[in-house]
């Protein structure tokens, strides 16, 4: 995939549109902030190149990363636990070279530059837009709870096999405590 200026110049006019998308770009941010995606190396280092595209289930984003300055895959793997999807591919970004003379111009009578072919690495991020539509406020808990289910799934993909249940007894009987069987009809209780 390319990506140039032009691509990214459109991405940033779309945001500056309206307070909405900036603050669901913002809540994105903080999801990723409290799952700790930042202190894995280079992931800081990410510009917004597409998006957001937010759909009815998934909020989506693609992030350009310098190809010497990959970021961590493991980070990745943290944002699956969350339920998100998370691509790593390679791609090429068309920038203008550094006009010094006549020879780096495409035409002498546009003076436009030379453009430069570079290699990155383009990630692209689908969350979950249950992480982003919920408001600020109960977001920390929602990713809590989910990084819960989570640890309590793989904890139980390791277990031992299940316990089997308890047979239970045909339908109209009730099993007394201590094995008695039902007093018959017309006998007398016994007080205990």
């Not at 780096?104 to 383009?122: C, E, F, G, H, S």
């Not at 009730?174 to 018959?184: D, I, L, T, V």
């Amino acid at each position: 995939m390319t990506t140039d200026l032009d691509t990214i110049k459109q991405t940033l006019v779309g945001i500056s549109k309206g307070d909405k998308i900036l603050d669901t770009l913002l809540e994105f941010e903080r999801t990723l902030d409290n799952a700790e995606i930042f202190a894995y190396r280079n992931w800081i280092l990410g510009e917004l190149v597409e998006g957001p595209d937010i759909g009815r289930y998934w909020y989506k984003t693609v992030w350009m990363y310098p190809y010497a300055m990959m970021p961590d895959p493991d980070a990745g793997l943290r944002l699956t636990k969350l339920g998100a999807k998370v691509n790593f591919r390679k791609g090429v970004f068309k920038r203008p070279t550094k006009v010094e003379g006549p020879e780096d111009w495409v035409d002498p009578q546009t003076k436009r530059a030379k453009m430069v072919d570079n290699d990155i690495w383009l990630i692209t991020i689908e969350l979950p837009i249950k992480y982003i539509n919920r408001g600020l406020q109960d977001m920390d808990d929602i990713i809590q709870k989910d990084i819960d289910d989570t640890n309590e799934e793989l904890a139980g993909a390791f277990a031992d096999e299940e316990q089997p249940m308890e047979e239970m007894p045909p339908e109209g009987e009730m099993p007394q405590e201590g094995g008695m069987p039902p007093p018959e009809e017309g006998a007398p209780e016994e007080e205990v």
